[in-house]
């Protein structure tokens, strides 16, 4: 879901610099974005649960790299 998100976030991106101005987004819209964003973080912080499931899969293939 992470990966899509990122994904659909590009892709929002590219089509609004495509636009030739930047956009202006209110104060009161980032605030509640932020405020919204910080109560929705994942305990670890952004990219841990994916961090902690790739050395999961890399232990069952190999555990010789943590020496």
Excluded: N, Y
């Amino acid at each position: 879901i992470k990966h899509w998100s990122l994904q659909r976030a590009c892709e929002i991106q590219l089509a609004t610099l495509s636009m030739g101005k930047p956009l202006e987004v209110a104060d009161d819209v980032v605030a509640v974005h932020q405020r919204d964003l910080h109560m929705a973080q994942p305990p670890g912080g952004p990219g841990a649960a994916d961090f902690a499931a790739m050395v999961r899969k890399i232990d069952r293939i190999d555990t010789s790299w943590r020496e």
